[in-house]
């Protein structure tokens, strides 16, 4: 923590019944005629943590067990220090699992094995949620819906993998396994195995990218080879089905879409769900956008506008991998397109190809990734970023976390709130203040009213005029603040956010303690 910090957090789940008395005197949290803090920022600052091909985590398959807990703690220390507020992990690459189920077996990314637990035994998704929540960041579980098989696969499939155990789902496409969406039993299994994870951990997001129907593969003449659901096809066309099979393809993932937002609804009300679909649309969407654009509607199946227009998920992440200057691929153009296209009032935010800073001729410097967080920022309605991937974090090149965090993330910032969800702010909290007899310090508890649990408290303190923010986990309840006389805050504000980002009225107390 900097030393030019004030607030000296420490963290103390039990200290409450016994503050009186080891701290010295104490005063209630009353409302007084103090300064208003200013509002903190509102802003979703999230990173995508890859396992597919170890791209960010584990950083090999074949780590001990204590070795894959350290990295994930050093990757998640390091978003807490970029003042990121989000993480998005993926859990699902391949019909596999990065954590304990009985519908899936063992990613191999993890153990180096498909159906290989870890050893000594770790549930790693519940692992990252409790180490993320302790630092205040929110955990969104990450799914591939249909790949069944990534090419940088080596270990052979389990028995209890799908390929194995129904085959007839299972198409290979070029050089992968792909589940085919065109199976009412495909859709099932991807919605029982999301729902699975929704019910038992305590994740804060349910996360698709923008593997729909696969991306076209290839032959050796480079002819483009159809995705092999005639099967499915059939089936659709004898029932009676009248749609063309471009427009069955695209029904198939709507359903699956608009499914998986309900059932999650149903389940936990409170659980975000979000897409990143790849950041065009069609080609020529928005006019500025070139002709010869990736047509994902066409060839994804991806009807993205639709599921935006329709409210379909809680956020919407276009994957926005082009600078600020690219002649009919701009960022800020298509964030626009995007943003104007919310019919429901969803969150936007932009998805940027962090990988691509580099600071060398071949990549972008630093700057560019600054004035796209810029630019998301000028346009309205559009209120965070999402960035590929954590590596680029870990490597830090062009010195872009120092530029990060001495620039437009000097200061730490909320989730914005899902008000479509639930708009009520929980109760303000009670705030004591005392001296410390053993230290320079005033001593601060806090304790939540209400029912609702606590997710987060937002903890700013005055100096002067000055005022300083702070976000700390809703499980602390204790911390110590340096009192006026040895130049340290002379108020505080406490208030408390929920999970839904939702934000109570402050508890202002003085800091000036006799």
């Known amino acids: 923590m900097p030393k030019n910090r004030f607030l000296l957090l420490l963290l103390s789940l039990f200290v409450l019944a016994g503050f009186d008395t080891a701290c010295g005197q104490s005063q209630p949290g009353t409302a007084q005629t103090l300064a208003t803090p200013p509002a903190i920022q509102r802003e979703f600052r999230g990173v995508w943590i890859a396992s597919v091909e170890n791209i960010d985590w584990p950083s090999q398959p074949g780590l001990s067990t204590q070795e894959q807990k350290d990295e994930l703690i050093g990757i998640l220390d390091r978003a807490v220090s970029l003042r990121l507020n989000a993480v998005i992990l993926q859990v699902r690459p391949a019909a596999d699992a990065l954590y304990a189920s009985q519908l899936e077996p063992w990613s191999e990314y993890l153990t180096g094995r498909m159906g290989r637990a870890p050893n000594p035994f770790y549930d790693p998704l519940e692992f990252a949620v409790a180490e993320a929540h302790k630092r205040g960041l929110e955990l969104h579980a990450w799914f591939n819906p249909y790949r069944a098989r990534h090419p940088s696969s080596k270990s052979p499939p389990s028995s209890n993998h799908i390929s194995v155990t129904n085959p007839e789902l299972v198409k290979r496409y070029g050089s992968m396994l792909w589940m085919d969406p065109g199976e009412p039993a495909v859709r099932q299994r991807t919605l029982d195995v999301i729902l699975d994870v929704v019910k038992r951990y305590d994740i804060d997001g349910v996360h698709i990218d923008d593997y729909f129907y696969p991306y076209k593969e290839k032959d050796r003449r480079g002819r483009v080879i159809e995705f092999p659901d005639a099967t499915s096809w059939r089936k659709y066309v004898r029932s009676g089905g009248q749609l063309s099979k471009d427009d069955w393809r695209r029904a198939n993932v709507d359903s699956l879409i608009h499914q998986v937002y309900t059932e999650i609804k149903a389940a936990k009300p409170w659980v975000k769900f979000g897409i990143s679909p790849f950041g065009v649309w069609r080609p020529g969407y ?45 960022f800020p153009v298509l964030l626009r397109w995007w943003v104007d296209q919310n019919a429901k009032g969803r969150h936007i935010w932009a998805g940027n190809y962090l990988d691509k800073v580099t600071g060398t001729s071949t990549g972008w410097p630093a700057q560019e990734l600054l004035d796209q967080i810029a630019a998301t920022r000028a346009q309205h309605g559009a209120t965070g970023n999402v960035y590929f991937s954590m590596r680029s974090f870990m490597y830090g090149r062009d010195n872009l976390p120092e530029k990060l965090t001495s620039g437009p993330y000097a200061e730490r910032a909320l989730v914005p709130a899902s008000t479509w969800i639930d708009s009520t702010p929980p109760m303000t909290p009670v705030v004591r203040v005392g001296r410390d007899p053993g230290s320079a310090s005033s001593t601060v508890s806090i304790q939540p009213q209400g029912t609702e649990p606590v997710w987060l408290w937002v903890v700013r303190t005055r100096v002067g005029r000055n005022w300083t923010t702070d976000v700390i986990p809703g499980l602390q309840r204790f911390l110590r603040i340096p009192r006026p006389v040895i130049g340290g805050a002379d108020e505080v504000a406490i208030s408390a956010v929920d999970r839904n980002g939702n934000e109570s009225a402050p508890a202002l107390m003085s800091l000036d303690t006799p």
Do not use: M
């Open 286 to 330: 928005p006019p500025e956008t070139s002709s010869n654009a990736f047509d994902s509607y066409a060839e994804l199946y991806g009807d993205s506008r639709k599921w935006l227009l329709n409210g379909w998920a809680d956020y919407f992440t276009p994957q926005l991998y082009w600078p600020i200057d690219r002649p009919n691929l701009s």
